[in-house]
């Protein structure tokens, strides 16, 4: 396939010094949760680039266990805001001097994207001995999350800003974050980058974007410490997909302890509280669907978005609610969408092309896909498979794309950065040997 020869080359061209920045200018740096996937992608024909990628990831890991979301291996790129001179994230003792790093963190991939590298290269020394000397790096970030990030001891952990997400600008936040009140002064001067770079009505709005910059700033007064900006922060939620993706990496967790031995102890203890209280905690029976938990308001945050469906991946729902979930996909197949949008397309807050207020995401794709396997849901896989593969053969490696088909009908490029290392990768998992 021509697409898998053009992905690789995007990776090629993304890759610096042992590792991958998601997309030239709008995002010069590594982010966390892209390097995960980009690892799953390039593993699948250089497993090099796929190890070198994670270690690089890792050489930012905090003494306290948290991977930070961005890595600022250059210091002389002045193309994004916030830098890592606004992140100044040597406030806390513990942050690494170089590389320099964000103070927040992002879903918890490397557990099952590891998992599924051990798996097809099982046979690889290499990947063995790779794989256990990152392990301890692993546990500590996991206990990271339930040590400075679940003051109540429920196993489901909070964020304390929407970027922790990955879902920047979804209408999930958007209640939560309206208690914030900027006032003059309450924020420092600052310059967008992002606008210059991408189309304006793509991007979150400057209201949302100083709201960001206020808890951006809220982390860095209390030295990026998870426990104290609980006590003071507006936004503080438990969300469906970060808990669920943290769920199953602590499977593959200990699927890999089992088989490297290793010891898991502490992950199957942490394991069996998490998976208890977050289907008791984050299915809501009215919307028929997994949604967040607001903590400051005490409530369940009442939206349908992609993240409620990501529990498949993790196997959390029983069958009758994993039944409610694909019949949510199928509906929205027949009526005329692109799976799967970012957002509920009945609500008066979807826009099919801001951000992740409505349009396609690859990644996220790759992990409702494999979540629909393990559940029997062929059909429904095959549908969303193909029209990510039609979205990109149309509109190009673009970092999300439009949901309604017949919008597309009217576009000749997705949204976004251009020729995008997620996208690229998630193409060559999906479509490995075809």
């Known amino acids: 396939m021509k697409e898998l020869v053009k992905a690789k080359q995007i990776i090629k061209n993304n890759w610096r010094d042992g590792f991958t920045i998601p997309t030239s200018k709008l995002y010069p740096f590594q982010w966390m949760w892209d390097s995960g996937f980009v690892a799953l ?152 980058r992002d606008t210059s770079i991408a189309n304006e009505d793509e991007r979150p709005t400057q209201d949302k974007y100083d709201r960001y910059v206020y808890l951006l700033e ?33 499977d593959c967790l200990i699927e890999m302890a089992d088989d490297l031995n290793l010891d898991a102890k502490q992950v199957v203890e942490w394991q069996g509280l998490s998976k208890s209280n977050y289907d008791k905690k984050l299915w809501n029976e009215e919307l028929g669907i997994y949604v967040g938990y607001d903590l400051r308001a005490e409530k369940q945050v009442m939206h349908k978005e992609i993240g409620g469906l990501v529990p498949l991946f993790a196997q959390i729902p029983d069958t009758a609610r994993a039944n409610k979930l694909n019949a949510y996909l199928k509906d929205l197949s027949e009526r005329g969408f692109y799976l799967c949008p970012s957002f509920d397309v009945d609500s008066p807050h979807f826009d099919s092309k801001r951000y992740w207020r409505g349009p396609v995401w690859p990644q996220m794709n790759w992990m409702i896909y494999q979540g629909l396997i393990l559940y029997g849901f062929q059909k429904t896989a095959d549908i969303l498979k193909a029209d990510f593969n039609t979205l990109v053969h149309k509109l190009g490696f673009f970092e999300y794309f439009e949901s309604q088909k017949s919008k597309v009908e009217q576009l000749n490029k997705g949204y976004g950065g251009n020729n995008f290392s997620w996208t690229a990768s998630s193409y060559i998992h999906l479509n490995q040997g075809e």
């Open 218 to 250: 809220l982390g860095k007064k209390y030295k990026y410490d998870g426990k104290e900006i609980a006590e003071e922060s507006p936004f503080l939620i438990q969300d469906s997909m970060m808990n669920a993706i943290l769920i199953k990496s602590n």
């Open 41 to 192: 992608g390039t593993s699948t024909y250089d497993i090099r680039m796929s190890l070198s990628e994670i270690k690089k990831m890792f050489s930012g890991q905090w003494k306290n266990g948290m991977l930070p979301h961005i890595l600022f291996h250059s210091e002389n790129e002045k193309t994004y805001f916030p830098n890592f001179d606004f992140w100044n994230s040597q406030v806390n003792f513990g942050a690494p001097v170089s590389p320099k790093s964000s103070g927040i963190t992002q879903p918890a991939v490397f557990g099952f994207i590891l998992r599924d590298i051990l798996k097809t290269h099982w046979s690889n020394p290499d990947v063995k001995d790779f794989i256990k000397s990152i392990y301890p790096k692993l546990i500590n970030y996991h206990r990271f999350l339930y040590d400075y990030r679940d003051p109540n001891k429920e196993g489901l952990f909070f964020i304390y800003h929407p970027w922790e997400s990955g879902r920047d600008n979804s209408p999930l936040w958007d209640e939560s974050m309206d208690r914030i009140v900027i006032k003059p002064g309450s924020i420092p001067a600052y310059q967008r």
